[in-house]
């Protein structure tokens, strides 16, 4: 690459979906990762798109909700460039609802969902949903038609493709050009915390679970006590995750993670024959807003941060992509909720 508009420091999903969209518009990008596209908490297994409950209408939820109607574009746009699957689906959720102060949450939700989702989406109570829904001591289920599946690993792959279709690789080492964005992770959520004197994040470890299953193309998500499962395209389901905040070794996986094995199986009992197929564990950015950080590095001219998308990244990608494009190429702030900045406009 002879000229460099932008430099993006991190090849997770921020960095790589940033990339894509600059690139999109006609900038010139290098992506820089001496570990590799993926190669921390994007490179997992879970992949739960799922949305905040309609209620407390907020600006988090609100820029969320754009950017999982923004989705299935995003991820066909990647694809059809690329030529690899993203393992995207809308194919929805299931939750049981566990009494009867449930049952009336989730039907002053459902409402809710009617006036907030614009028509997108549903949030409704049902009592058939299909031969893997979860047992539900009241007999009731929420069904939302919101969420949406999406493998961690293999969509990196598919960005990564479709951006060396455009002829922008990923680089182990790259000099500094243009401007730079940094997306690096829970560790440069520690580098931001020293650099400014005050703490922004941290990092939060999870385990997840992968078992050979096939669920179908079309099968919904479960919720349940706290879990995720979640089928995906290629025959797997992925069950997950633990958080902790202390950890010795950010990879290593343990007796907690084997917990999640027998709560999914007792979830699902369709579950308990299935291999297990892979262990994971990795670090996730968490933000200590509990909000992404997006906007300039403090005091760094040209530099800029996208970091701290925690459990919600995946599903927040595609529109942090669009405001951050927008904030590197012309400067325009407006995309970006207030509670999200980080050196913002004076």
Known sequence: MTSVDVTIRGAGIFGLSIAWALTQRGARVQVVDPHGAGAGSSGGIVGALAPHVPENWNEKKAFQLDSLLMAETFWREVEQAGGQSAGYGRTGRLQPVMDDNGLGLARERATGAAQLWRGQAVWEVVKDAGPLAPASPTGWLIRDTLTARMHPRHACAALVAALAARGVPVLAQAEDAGAVLWATGWRGLLDLTEATGRKVGDGVKGQAVAMR?????????????????????????????????????????????????????DALPALRKAEV????????????????????????????????????????????????????????????PEGFRIGGPE
């Not at 995720?228 to 025959?235: W, Y």
């Not at 995946?314 to 992509?321: E, N, S």
Request: aromatic share 8%; glycine share 12%; hydrophobic share 40%.
């Open 277 to 336: 197929i892979e262990r994971w564990a990795g670090v996730r950015p968490r933000a200590r807003s509990r909000a992404p950080l997006l906007g300039r590095w403090p005091d760094r001219a040209g530099h800029y941060v996208a970091n701290g998308g925690f459990k919600i990244g995946f599903g927040m990608a595609p529109k942090i992509a669009d405001v951050m494009a927008d904030l590197i190429l012309n400067d325009q702030w407006g995309g970006i």
């Open 213 to 265: 299953f096939d669920a179908g193309a079309d099968a919904p998500q479960l919720f349940v006590d706290g879990l995720h499962i979640v089928p995906h395209a290629d025959g797997t389901v992925a069950i997950g995750s633990t958080s902790e905040r202390t950890f010795d070794d950010p990879t290593a996986t343990d007796a907690q993670c084997e917990g999640l094995i027998e709560r999914a199986r």
